[in-house]
């Protein structure tokens, strides 16, 4: 008959639902968690094992009674019945149980039980969770609620994911029409990405464009012959590779940029690498042609004994001779992009909902989260509803790279878009979907599935005790999460991180992003045992204490090297702690007695603050600091004391030390250790 929870006994109690559990399992009681129901025995039992410890027993059982009672009042009232009929859900055992999915919104889980949301909250809030109406709670916080109500919540199986409302259906070849190269050019620091991006949209902007004002949105457009070719902004083969590992893949075709007067460096070699890990053709730009005195036979030679070998060596590679300087070889290289692109029959359907990636994002201060996405399928329109990653929303305005507000921007297409509710990743996928409440429904459950896959915590990892934690083999992964005022900055971070990575331990960067440091990230990092790094901004008041009480390590910087430093001699345990000195209060001594056999006591007043016995002390005679030492006893009248605060009186002795004086100052203090950062 009974049915009631172990929490509520344990609440009743005056216990931990775990010191009831495991006081359970001592009498051979196996229960699994706080939300498991107790058979009468078990309550019996209960009853018997708290009777028999008088401290805790007063009026447990008839609280444990009482408890059992209400239980059954409200399982046997009309209530849920009702409600029950409501239920869009499957319901089991008894119309007592509903199945939910894991986290849950307020607004439906309200529908759900058919309450009002506004009830629903104060329910929430007595039990700590402050969420509004369209955040999730989780699970357990939805048990809670609904045990009040006498409905058990069961998770429902895991389904394989299928985000509902996704348009995921396969193009038929009929539907396909061409469309233009998305390129990304990689190669070494100061061999010409740059100024040769430069040079072609310089020459290669056609003339109705040209009044335009080009602005930096991530992607540029140039149009040769009449056939566009899609350039992405950010040079360098880190970027592509950041938006390859989150299963991005934008580039069509690597331009591989190698000075002529320099030849085959380092980072060719790692752009190289990259390329070819992704499988992308790679055009070699071999750049700063104008240059006296170059051997272009001796980069080709060098390529070769990187194996890639050109097409005048009997390779399959083409190698353009360029000047970024003259613009010579300017236009071959845009004739042998379209000539490589044609051969890879690059196709899409223009005639469906759109789908890409997300290039960059940011927060910007007047229009809010803007994300530069290229379109690779479909045709994304303005008011249309989109979600990119766990961002979502309906696309107010779209921003060509020249500067123009557009109405639709097809296959290959880079725009920037206004609307979405938060600034998504860049390397995200995005759809347009039919409908807002699809957008919304999928955002917010990629979300909850995000923080949920990361709430396998152990204990919470701080630089401080690393060391010892890798050393104790308890930390494997070092999680670490960037946020930081440019993209720019969140990718620098994370390349020298993941560097940091030796055997004992891998760094991850489990998260990066634009903008300042949200709760959001705090419970994220405390989900999943994250540091938090801050470059270049700030944490509110509100989130640092959320971080102080979620023991979440955060740190700000200001300059890359340090975090990275700092990070690195945590690895090696070398990491300083940095201590500051807490003065607790102000003693001053009225009068002074000497006890036979333990010297000196202080007959004392605290004036401010409090002294504690496990202190440190200073003793001040006329400014002067004449000893620092220990408390040897801190007593109320009679008694031993712990801690006495202003206003009190009290007898104090000093460690080894005797010659204390009527109008001293003793000055409690603790040293601490401080948060670095
Ligand atoms: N003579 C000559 N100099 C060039 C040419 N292209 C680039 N440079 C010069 O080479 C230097 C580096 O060019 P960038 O375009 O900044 O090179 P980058 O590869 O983008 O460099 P990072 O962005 O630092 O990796 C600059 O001083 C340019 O003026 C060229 O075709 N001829």
Request: hydrophobic share 40%.
């Amino acid at each position: 008959m009974s049915k009631v929870r172990v929490y509520q006994i344990a609440k009743d109690l005056g216990v931990s639902s775990k010191e009831l559990i495991n006081k359970l399992a001592e009498f051979g009681v196996q229960v699994a968690n706080h939300m498991s129901t107790l058979e009468d025995e078990e309550v019996d039992i209960i009853m018997e094992m708290y009777n028999g410890d008088n401290n805790n027993s007063k009026n447990s059982n008839s609280k444990i009674e009482n408890s059992v009672k209400e239980q059954e009042k409200s399982t046997e009232g009309n209530y849920q019945k009702e409600n029950m009929e409501k239920q869009p859900v499957q319901n089991t055992i008894e119309q007592k149980t509903i199945k939910i999915e894991g986290a849950i919104t307020v607004k439906d889980f309200a529908d759900l039980l058919g309450k009002s949301v506004s009830e629903i909250m104060t329910k929430l809030i007595a039990l700590g969770v402050f969420a509004t109406i369209n955040q999730e709670i989780d699970f357990d916080a939805a048990s809670m609620v609904a045990s009040d109500y006498g409905i058990e919540i069961e998770k429902e199986e895991e389904k394989e994911e299928v985000e509902v409302g996704l348009e995921q259906a396969e193009d038929r070849p009929e539907d396909l029409k061409e469309r233009p190269p998305v390129i990304t050019v990689m190669g070494h620091v100061d061999h010409g990405k740059t100024s040769l991006l430069d040079a072609i949209r310089k020459t290669h902007v056609t003339a109705k464009e040209a009044g335009g004002i080009t602005q930096h949105i991530g992607a540029s457009e140039v149009e040769v012959r009449g056939k566009k070719i899609v350039f992405l902004d950010t040079p360098g083969h880190e970027a592509f590779t950041s938006m390859r590992a989150r299963g991005a893949s934008v580039t069509d075709i690597a331009i591989l940029v190698v000075a002529a007067d320099d030849g085959v460096m380092p980072q060719t070699i790692e752009a190289l690498s990259h390329a070819k890990a992704a499988n992308v053709p790679i055009i070699v730009a071999m750049n700063k042609i104008d240059k006296p005195g170059i051997n272009p036979d001796r980069v080709r030679q060098e390529l070769a004994d990187h194996g890639l070998l050109v097409e005048e060596w009997g390779g399959e590679t083409i190698n353009v001779p360029v000047s970024a300087h003259t613009g010579e070889g300017l236009d071959s290289l845009l004739e042998m992009i379209l000539l490589v692109a044609e051969m890879q029959e690059l196709k899409a359907n223009p005639n469906r909902l759109a789908s890409g990636t997300v290039i960059e994002a940011k927060l910007d201060k007047g229009r809010g989260p803007v994300a530069t996405i290229l379109v690779q399928n479909g045709t994304l329109k303005v008011g249309d509803p989109i979600v990119a990653g766990s961002a979502y929303g309906r696309v107010r305005a779209m921003v060509s790279d020249k500067g123009k507000n557009i109405k639709k921007a097809g296959p290959s297409t880079a725009v920037e878009i206004l609307g979405l509710s938060d600034a998504p990743e860049a390397g995200d996928l995005f759809n347009a979907v039919k409908e807002d409440k699809i957008a919304r429904q999928i955002g917010e459950k990629r979300k909850a599935k995000f923080r949920e896959e990361n709430l396998h915590a152990t204990a919470k990892v701080t630089l401080e005790d690393l060391f010892k934690q890798i050393q104790e083999g308890s930390v494997k992964d070092l999680n670490i999460i960037v946020k930081a005022d440019v993209q720019g900055s969140v990718e620098a971070v994370r390349q020298s991180m993941v560097k940091l990575s030796n055997e004992e331990v891998k760094v991850k960067v489990i998260h990066g992003g634009v903008g300042t440091i949200t709760e959001s990230d705090i419970l994220l990092a405390s989900a999943s045992n994250a540091i938090i790094i801050g470059f270049n901004v700030r944490p509110s008041s509100a989130v640092s204490s959320l971080a102080e009480r979620e023991n979440v390590d955060l740190r700000t910087y200001r300059i890359i090297y340090e975090a990275i430093a700092d990070v690195e001699a945590a690895m090696k345990g070398m990491l300083e702690p940095e201590y500051k000195e807490v003065v607790l209060g102000k003693v001053e001594i009225r009068a002074t007695f000497k006890v036979p056999g333990i010297g000196t006591i202080g007959g004392a007043y605290v004036m401010e603050g409090k002294v504690s016995r496990n202190a440190k002390v200073r003793l001040i005679r006329d400014g002067i600091v004449i000893h620092e030492g220990s408390i040897s006893s801190l007593k109320r009248f009679k008694d031993d004391a712990k801690e006495v605060n202003t206003g009190y009186e009290c007898g104090i002795g000093l460690e080894n030390y005797n010659d204390i004086k009527e109008g001293d100052i003793v000055e409690p203090y603790t040293i601490e250790e401080v948060k670095r950062g």
